[in-house]
């Protein structure tokens, strides 16, 4: 029995056959495969090429501790240098960093943090709660530098030039003088206090030796009975003495691991190229597929 379509639904004349729909896409494919396969074989080649030709980017990795700057005023600090590379304010850069032009030029890209929230970022699977509180008390003044250059070579330079704007920027020299001056001032007054332990000693020790000459017990003085007491703070003081003079002598900025020079760029990436020149060659030839046919329909309807 012939069926005719039901007059009270809107959209069975607008119904879409997927059928026809799918049948007019595989015969499209057909129709344009060889130009697909042209244009997604010209982008690999294109990112090939790219991949080969273009400048490498490397990445090198510092990890310093800081006598003078701690915690957040060390990244604002260092956050002003990245804003000057990545303006390409290389006269600036290089002024703060004491660097050529030439050799400013070749810095892409810097990337700081602290000890611990790069820990947490790059190992969270070996750190356990307890090594994350102590981190907390512990490295505030250590930092993680990454910088991304075009030439492996710079390295060094580029160690010497972060030290030298650390060190050189006025509240660092500010600091560094007060530090300085203060721990001269402790191990002057150390010295004094070991001179006068000395002398006491000294004397403790001749008001001994003549009182067992004379045949005195010297029971009276715990003090001469302990001598002990006065050699140990000798000992103690000495020893403070020479801490300070080590912190005297240690550098203002710590160097705990020099860049790490990595063989490998670190881009572009081939996989990373290929992905994109394949997804670009064939976004471009269905555009251009679906301008032809349209043109084609419009010709064909004229």
């Not at 273009?54 to 005023?73: D, E």
């Not at 907390?136 to 990454?146: A, C, G, P, W």
């Not at 330079?157 to 650390?166: A, D, F, H, M, T």
């Not at 660092?172 to 203060?182: D, H, L, V």
Request: with cysteine.
């Amino acid at each position: 029995m012939q069926q005719y379509p039901n007059n009270n639904n809107p959209f069975s004349s607008e119904e879409i056959d997927i059928i026809a729909v799918l049948k007019k896409v595989i015969s499209t494919y057909h129709k344009w495969k060889k130009f697909i396969l042209f244009t997604f074989l010209l982008g690999i080649s294109l990112a090939t090429a790219f991949f080969y030709f273009s400048p490498k980017t490397y990445l090198t990795r510092m990890y310093l501790a800081s006598n003078l700057i701690k915690g957040p005023s060390f990244i604002v600090l260092l956050d002003d240098l990245q804003k000057h590379i990545k303006e390409k304010n290389y006269d600036e850069v290089s002024r703060y960093m004491n660097l050529d032009l030439e050799m400013v030029k070749k810095i892409s890209k810097i990337e700081f943090y602290s000890a611990r929230n790069f820990a947490e970022k790059e190992y969270s699977d070996l750190i356990t709660q307890s090594d994350a509180e102590l981190e907390k008390d512990l490295n505030n003044n250590e930092f993680v530098i990454q910088a991304y250059i075009s030439d492996n070579g710079i390295s060094k330079i580029l160690e010497k030039g972060i030290i030298y704007y650390l060190e050189n920027n006025r509240f660092s020299k500010m600091k560094s003088t007060m530090r300085k001056e203060g721990l001269k001032l402790v191990r002057t007054r150390i010295k004094s206090e070991l001179s006068q332990l000395d002398s006491l000693r000294y004397t403790l020790n001749s008001m001994y030796t003549s009182k067992n000459k004379v045949g005195g017990n010297g029971g009276s003085s715990i003090i001469m009975n302990d001598p002990s007491a006065i050699y140990n703070n000798i000992l103690n003081l000495f020893r403070t003495e020479i801490a300070t003079s080590d912190d005297i002598n240690t550098p203002d900025i710590i160097v705990i691991q020099s860049f790490v020079t990595y063989k490998k760029h670190y881009s572009p990436r081939l996989s990373n190229c290929l992905l994109s020149g394949g997804l670009i060659a064939i976004i471009f030839s269905l555009i251009f597929i679906f301008f032809s046919e349209i043109k084609r329909k419009l010709s064909e309807a004229q």
